[in-house]
């Protein structure tokens, strides 16, 4: 049982390039959301997944795009990268209309 | 825009002592309360969560809730060293969940 789990752990991208977070979760959990974290700031929600199928902006959604790939899995894809977007992000789950949320391990992300 | 408030710290506590952490609220409407644990480099992890007037206890930890005050704490008994971390306050609210930026905890041996 590995919980939430996040690829890759690091990255570093040059502005204007794309990438993909990859998100699954292995507790059969509806809800998936992603985070990220900046010094000062606290955790901000990007965007969430309160079930498969859906997907909501959350605070701070612009240069974001998302996809519910299944139940297991929630994606994050920075169309074209911005030094403004180097965080690390989290992706967190859990069950529908709880709040409990279990976060996996994080993706450390610069942009130059 | 609802807030959730917590003092940043560091909070220096002794090994042994109890530390209290505490957080304010300003949406009156929220119903669901959590405290999460974030240790430097790691991501945070659910300790307690509470979701009616009172304390709940949990081992070493005791969550307090007051809704009318718009106030929820955490007190760690006989702290350790393995309690230095961020301990982050996050409160529900609009169907969504808002989190404090944390207190920094840092037991003194």
């Known amino acids: 049982n590995a919980g939430v789990t996040q690829t890759p752990k690091f990255q570093v991208l040059k502005t204007g390039q794309s990438m993909t977070l990859q998100c699954a979760q292995d507790?059969?959990?509806?809800?998936m959301y992603w985070y990220r974290q900046d010094p000062g700031m606290g955790l901000r929600l990007i965007y969430y997944?309160?079930?498969?199928?859906?997907?909501d902006k959350g605070e701070v959604p612009n240069g974001y795009n998302v996809s519910r790939l299944n139940k297991r899995e929630f994606s994050l894809r920075l169309e074209s990268a911005a030094p403004s977007q180097t965080s690390v992000y989290f992706c967190?789950?859990?069950?529908?209309?709880?709040?409990?949320?279990?976060f996996g391990p994080g993706t450390r992300l610069t942009v130059t | 825009q609802k807030e959730v408030e917590q003092n940043s710290g560091p909070l220096s506590v002794p090994e042994g002592a109890i530390a209290s952490l505490n957080c304010t609220y300003s949406?009156?409407?929220?119903?669901?309360f959590f405290w999460y644990r974030q240790y430097s480099g790691k991501s945070p992890e659910l300790i307690m969560s509470?979701?009616?007037?009172g304390d709940k206890e949990d081992g070493r930890f005791t969550a307090q809730l007051n809704k009318a005050s718009q106030y929820v704490s955490l007190l760690i008994r006989d702290s350790q060293p393995s309690d230095s971390a961020t301990y982050l306050c996050?409160?529900?609210?609009?169907?969504?969940?808002?989190f404090g930026k944390g207190t920094r905890l840092h037991i003194l041996p």
């Open positions: 967190a789950s859990s069950e529908w209309l709880s709040y409990e949320q279990y």
């Open positions: 507790m059969n959990h509806n809800s």
């Open positions: 997944s309160a079930s498969e199928g859906t997907t």
């Open positions: 949406d009156r409407g929220s119903q669901s």
């Open positions: 509470i979701y009616s007037n």
């Open positions: 996050a409160v529900t609210g609009d169907d969504k969940i808002i």
